[in-house]
């Protein structure tokens, strides 16, 4: 069974950091793994996704620049560094696991979900 937990989340002001983990089990780690949020009443929407050796990225144009993926396989672990954040990025972040071998922005390309972790950010 494939689990993926996430961590890191947290409250913060405008302007300050935080570095989410997602931890996946149950699996080898060949995956591409992405990361996705979903604030309040809204759809979930596509943040950042990253290739199985961590040597591709792609980002959402609203994060890109202050935003990081990366990978660490040998922990089996995902990260998502945020900087500079806006309150606009409140959400729960919901990170996915996709066994395609392929970059994707889209929710049906990922086969494993974690729970999601809480960020809030206030002005």
């Known amino acids: 069974q494939v689990q993926l937990v996430e961590s890191g989340g947290g409250s913060v002001q405008a302007g300050g950091s935080l570095r989410l983990s997602c931890v996946v089990s149950?699996?080898?780690?060949?995956?591409?793994m992405g990361w996705f949020r979903q604030a309040p009443g809204k759809e979930r929407n596509f943040v950042a996704a990253?290739?199985?050796?961590?040597?591709?990225?792609i980002y959402a144009n609203s994060v890109k620049g202050r935003i990081t993926i990366s990978r660490d396989n040998a922990k089996k672990t995902a990260y998502l560094q945020m900087n500079n954040l806006e309150p606009e990025d409140t959400a729960l972040y919901y990170c996915?696991?996709?066994?395609?071998?392929?970059?994707?922005?889209?929710?049906?390309?990922?086969?494993?979900w974690g729970q999601g972790t809480q960020v809030t950010v206030s002005s």
């Open positions: 149950g699996r080898t780690f060949n995956s591409v």
């Open positions: 990253i290739n199985l050796t961590g040597g591709v990225t």
């Open positions: 996915a696991a996709s066994s395609r071998g392929r970059l994707a922005t889209s929710m049906n390309e990922y086969d494993y």
